[in-house]
């Protein structure tokens, strides 16, 4: 399995001068001085720099590098190492939509790999190329920061939902989806993409710069670059954005007229609510609350009878969803041995 971060060969613009470089990226000069400003020392603004240069190619050319170094007050050759440290530098022209699909553990046990495998056929190019229309460049990547989603897909700075919608657009960044239960991107998800992304290039031509928004949000002048500054696109995260770990592991042992529930449970929550239903989990009504060592309670059944029940994990102010519903029957007590 190859990591594939870019296309095998880098082929270098002709008559590209660090003097150009300048020149095109002027307009970025009041954003570079607002870093210089930020930071202690010139070196500190390379990361940012290079991700302008980026933003403005689509990709990072050498002599944009050299560039990058003059502006960043550093050697030419800690600048490439720079770039050829961080996957996330482009190093050869890029289509218009980066698909980036995570490959590590959790999104290989969610499919990844027929993920990137459908991905391939369909837009009929190996991962690392560019299709020849221009229009999507297919990578893999170690880790997207989407593993309870997996398998892990992001399209320029976009992890994707369910539904499309136009990328790179102030004020559209919202990844509600990922908090709705047991949301994985599938192949047909991805073909509403592509299929959406294919119209949206019909009707609208490719922008001078390659990202006109960047979705997490671009830096913004005369701020600390915080959430919610002045201009800012980027919001502070909802606490729902990462709900608290559900109670896993549930059962129910009956034994005669007694059941025992046992489950597993993240130790750093606040406690546990067991509940029990009798009517097939219509309603439901707390049974006990323990702490998060616990991880037990107990129950009594008549003969017979049935119950439904569940754990639910809390934190300070918010609970997790639900554990698996667990049922359990009681049972008359077993007859005492009579010894003749």
């Known amino acids: 399995m190859s990591g594939c971060h870019t296309n095998p060969a880098s082929v270098q613009p002709d008559g590209l001068t660090v003097a150009a470089v300048a020149e095109r990226m002027k307009p970025y000069a009041a954003q570079i001085a607002e870093l210089k400003r930020r930071y202690p020392t010139r070196r500190a603004v390379l990361l940012q720099v290079l991700w302008l240069v980026q933003q403005e190619y689509g990709w ?30 482009r190093q050869v022209p890029a289509g218009r939509h980066l698909v980036q699909v995570c490959q590590t553990m959790c999104c290989q046990i969610h499919g990844a790999e ?7 056929k369909s837009l009929g190019i190996h991962c690392g190329e560019t299709t020849a229309d221009g229009l999507f460049t297919l990578v893999r990547v170690e880790c997207l920061a989407l593993c309870g989603t997996g398998p892990g897909v992001m399209i320029d700075d976009q992890a994707i939902g369910p539904e499309p919608f136009p990328l790179n657009q102030p004020g559209r960044l919202h990844e509600g989806w990922l908090d709705q239960p047991e949301y994985h991107p599938d192949a047909a998800n991805l073909d509403r993409w592509i299929a959406f ?8 031509p490719r922008p001078a710069r390659h990202h006109e928004h960047d979705a997490l949000g671009d830096l913004v002048i005369g701020t600390d670059g915080h959430p919610q ?43 546990a609510v067991v509940e029990r239903s009798d009517d ?36 300070k102010d918010r609970a997790a969803r639900p554990s698996a519903v667990v049922v359990a029957t009681g049972s008359a007590p077993a007859a005492p041995q ?3």
Not at 114 to 120: Q, V
Not at 197 to 204: D, E, G, N, V, Y
Request: hydrophobic share 45%.
């Open 338 to 340: 009579v010894t003749p």
């Open 229 to 271: 500054g002045q201009g800012a696109f980027a919001a502070p995260l909802l606490a729902i954005y990462a709900p608290p770990a559900p109670a896993l592991k549930v059962a129910a042992k009956a034994e005669a007229d007694k059941v025992t529930i046992t489950w597993a449970n993240d130790p750093g929550c606040a406690k």
């Open 60 to 89: 990072v050319p050498r002599t944009a590098i050299k560039w990058c170094a003059e502006t960043a007050e550093c050697a030419p050759a800690h600048a490439f190492s720079v770039v050829e440290f961080y996957t996330m530098y």
């Open 280 to 315: 097939g989990g219509a309603t439901w009504r707390e049974l006990a609350s323990v702490g998060p060592r616990d991880q037990k309670a107990g129950d009594a059944l008549a003969p017979g009878q049935t119950a439904h029940y569940r754990v639910t994990a809390h934190e």
């Open 114 to 120: 027929d993920l990137i495998a459908h991905l391939e």
């Open 197 to 204: 992304l294919r119209q949206q290039a019909a009707i609208t």
